[in-house]
């Protein structure tokens, strides 16, 4: 499973934004909390504008990602399938 993020660094990129996103979002909240209306407002208008960038920065791994699978096929299908394979033995020792 180390091998899909090794020959999938964005996916890395990806997580890591998300978790910027989140750190942002809560941040935003907490300044809404002890600042006026006028602040949330400009807090809302950079909250959408983050978001906006993290939609490029995740369409654009999303098509890394798809060059990849066209050039190796078969190594993506196996990392799928070893993927799905982990993920349904791990449900099924939470049930």
Do not use: C, W
């Not at 890395?12 to 006026?36: F, I, P, R, V």
């Not at 950079?46 to 190594?75: M, T, Y």
Request: proline share 2%; no cysteine; aromatic share 4%.
């Amino acid at each position: 499973m180390a091998k899909s993020t090794e020959t999938y660094p964005e996916i890395d990129e990806l997580k890591d934004d998300l978790a910027a996103l989140k750190k942002h979002m809560s941040e935003l909240t907490a300044s809404l909390k002890q600042d006026g209306v006028d602040e949330a407002e400009k807090i809302g208008a950079r909250a959408k504008e983050k978001l906006g960038e993290l939609k490029d920065r995740g369409s654009k791994g999303i098509e890394q990602i798809e060059g990849k699978v066209r050039e190796k096929p078969g190594q993506s299908i196996a990392i799928a399938f070893a993927a799905g394979f982990l993920a349904s033995m791990l449900m099924r020792n939470r049930s």
